[in-house]
Nanobody, 117 residues
Framework: QVHVAESGGGLVQPGGSLRLSCAAS????????MGWYRQTPGGKRDLVAN???????NYADSVKGRFTISRDNAQNTVYLQMNSLKPEDTAVYYC???????????WGQGTQVTVSS
């Protein structure tokens, strides 16, 4: 019943920047956390960054200092500012919304980020 929609992906040169957005809508209980994961072909879906209701954040070591996660005032939209992008950042980026009622986790459809010359 919760719809999660990502946007902002695309093709950029190494060293460039992108800003991803994720908006949640529908019937929801309290949001306890939102985050970004990424997945490459044949790989697993790994955490990039997340933010929980108290405002604390967590980042994968590979993106610390380059990516920043934030939420809007309504706490139903999350952003990922990605700077100094590297080819290894190429992946499908998925937004996760976690609420307080089952099934708890809701995923977006993903947005492609490609970093290439």
């Amino acid at each position: 019943q919760v719809h999660v929609a990502e946007s902002g992906g695309g093709l950029v040169q190494p060293g460039g920047s992108l800003r991803l957005s994720c908006a949640a809508s529908g019937s929801m209980d309290s949001i306890v956390g939102m985050g970004w994961y990424r997945q490459t072909p044949g790989g697993k879906r790994d955490l990039v960054a997340n933010i929980v209701s108290d405002g604390s954040t967590n980042y994968a070591d590979s993106v610390k200092g380059r990516f920043t996660i934030s939420r809007d005032n309504a706490q139903n939209t999350v952003y990922l500012q990605m700077n100094s992008l590297k080819p290894e950042d190429t992946a499908v980026y998925y937004c996760l919304v976690v609420i307080t009622t089952p099934p708890f986790d809701y995923w977006g459809q993903g947005t492609q980020v490609t970093v290439s010359s």
